[in-house]
């Protein structure tokens, strides 16, 4: 089947220890990207990547960081969460850009305390 | 700035019945227009893709319209089901200043269908 694996799904941790949600995808998608959603808010893109090695800010990438070393895996890596970073993560992919559906992965809810 | 506004926020129906959401957007240049449906604490799930040329565009019971000129789209739901219930988010596909795809999403219309 089609899909974007995140995992966990549920992260609760505290300040200042380091994490890493995973992301993976089957489709051999060249672009992937990271979202995060907040109510009130639409999805604001934290990353993205347009292929292997290739990666570039979004609108929201303060604390985060990524790698794309692999053209199926794309983790986020929170170096030092902080309670702002209190989020629903999405991570979505796409054959690429322009008039391609992007599918999203289940979402991780994490919680920084 | 570039913008995608829904309205309304919620909106309450019963089942069978039809509904209308709405979608305004100031996204420039604008490359195409998706509706997405997201279920409570899962990914959204793209119902449509629309390019500028296109006014109207149907997956099942759902339907979008696209009018380019005023910068509005609707996407109408036939015989609304249980199922239906969940959120549908507009989101809006431009160009970058680095020519790359950017895309702007709405903060969705909750719908919630009651039997």
């Known amino acids: 089947e089609a899909q974007v694996t995140q995992n966990p799904r549920y992260l609760i941790t505290v300040t200042g220890k380091k994490l890493t949600v995973t992301c993976s995808q089957n489709m051999n998608h060249e672009y992937m990207s990271w979202y995060r959603q907040d109510p009130g808010l639409g999805l604001r893109q934290i990353y993205y990547?347009?292929?292997?090695?290739?990666?570039d800010k979004g609108d929201v990438p303060e604390g985060y960081k990524v790698s794309r070393k692999e053209k199926r895996n794309f983790p986020l890596i929170l170096e030092s969460p902080s309670p702002n970073q209190t989020s629903l993560y999405f991570c979505?992919?796409?054959?690429?850009?322009?008039?391609?559906?992007?599918?999203f992965g289940s979402g991780t809810r994490l919680t920084v305390v | 700035k570039n913008q995608v506004e829904q309205s309304p926020q919620s909106l309450i129906i019963l089942e069978g019945k039809n509904c209308t959401l709405q979608c305004n957007y100031t996204v420039s240049p604008f490359s195409n227009l998706r509706w997405y449906k997201q279920d409570t604490g899962r990914g959204p799930v793209s119902l449509t893709i629309?390019?500028?040329?296109?006014n109207t565009k149907s997956n099942g019971r759902y339907t979008a319209t696209l009018d380019a000129d005023t910068k509005q789209s609707s996407l109408h739901i036939t015989a609304s089901q249980l199922s239906d219930s969940a959120s549908y988010i507009c989101v809006v596909s431009g160009r970058s200043n680095f020519g790359n795809e950017k895309l702007t999403f709405g903060t969705g219309t909750r719908l919630t269908i009651i039997p």
């Open positions: 990547s347009m292929n292997v090695e290739v990666t």
């Open positions: 979505a992919s796409s054959p690429g850009q322009a008039y391609y559906g992007y599918t």
């Open positions: 629309m390019t500028f040329s296109e």
